[in-house]
């Protein structure tokens, strides 16, 4: 079928932005719904985080991204959000060298920790794919090197079906390829507010929200205290929140 001969010339940036955008709002329609399916709210993390994000915390039936400037405190942060998470959680990498007593330090029990050792990267992203789309498990963890957009998006599309928490674990680079995932971060370890020689003190975080799908990058300085992550807004007030 040919198009009228005075025809306007078809603006292909402005239809391509328009189904990007169309995109978009499908796949934050259907991360909402599996979230409502399941009865739950966001994780909450700290009061000045929570109110940054547009879900008042973080969402369930999602993938995010943690960028390790610190392994350690990349770690720890990773432990803090599958705790919360509650239910069985699957730490899936090349070789597991998650350490079930210090994960604990963070509320993430030994107990609902299940370590699965997948040296190939296909069956490590088919052991997180199938993880996702389980609605019995509360959490799910990836360490992995670089991921394609495609492979990514699979996992935000599992994560969507099963409505379960998918965190992709991954080192820090200058060259982050572009993610499905709904937020990705930075974290970094931080200064410990101690002034005694003889204690560590509590862990400190520098944490970078890079990219959130609908909302701002953010930045914040957290301690982990008990069992509280205590945070600092840009005004320097400090503001907690308990375990959920």
Do not use: K, Y
């Amino acid at each position: 079928m040919s198009s009228p001969p005075n025809a306007p010339p078809l603006d292909r940036p402005a239809l391509l932005s328009a189904l990007r955008a169309r995109i978009a709002r499908l796949e934050r329609a259907g991360a909402a719904e599996a979230l409502a399916a399941r009865g739950e709210d966001a994780i909450p993390l700290s009061r000045a985080i929570d109110a940054g994000l547009p879900w008042g915390g973080l969402p369930r039936a999602a993938l995010h991204e943690i960028l390790a400037a610190e392994p350690g405190a990349a770690a720890g942060f990773a432990a803090l959000v599958l705790a919360r998470a509650g239910g069985t959680v699957l730490w899936i990498a090349p070789e597991p060298d998650a350490w079930p007593p210090g994960l604990a330090r963070f509320g993430l029990s030994p107990a609902q920790l299940v370590l699965v050792r997948a040296p190939r990267a296909q069956d490590a992203l088919w052991a997180m794919e199938e993880t996702l789309r389980c609605p019995a498990v509360g959490a799910a963890l990836l360490v992995a090197g670089a991921l394609d957009l495609t492979a990514a998006r699979r996992l935000q599309l599992a994560a969507e079906a099963g409505g379960v928490l998918g965190l992709l674990l991954r080192p820090d680079d200058d060259n982050a390829a572009p993610t499905a995932a709904l937020t990705r971060w930075r974290i970094g370890a931080a200064p410990s507010d101690s002034t005694s020689p003889h204690a560590i003190g509590d862990p400190a975080w520098n944490l970078e929200l890079l990219r959130c799908r609908g909302g701002r990058p953010g930045t914040w300085r957290a301690t982990w205290h008990g069992d509280q992550l205590v945070t600092e807004d840009a005004a320097g007030t400090a503001t907690t929140r308990r375990r959920a």
